[in-house]
């Protein structure tokens, strides 16, 4: 069976979603001065941003920006 273009798209976004961890960009903020210890995202935004970011995949999915 062959996938549209629209279906590869969507099942990646899915895939993404699934697994959730280590699938948010870098926050480029720091625990420390020396730049050694980042921030992760929810440390940065909370959970309500991690929902938020994967929502907004999910949409780009859906309307084909991504």
Do not use: H, V
């Not at 273009?5 to 625990?31: S, V, Y």
């Not at 970011?53 to 999910?58: K, S, V």
């Amino acid at each position: 069976m062959i996938k549209t273009e629209r279906e590869e798209r969507l099942e990646t976004a899915l895939k993404r979603i699934a697994k959730w961890f280590d699938e948010f960009p870098p926050t480029n903020q720091f625990w420390d001065e020396t730049k050694e210890r980042p921030m992760s995202y929810a440390s940065c935004y909370g959970s309500d941003g991690e929902r938020e970011f994967m929502r907004d995949l999910a949409k780009k999915a859906l309307e084909g920006s991504i």
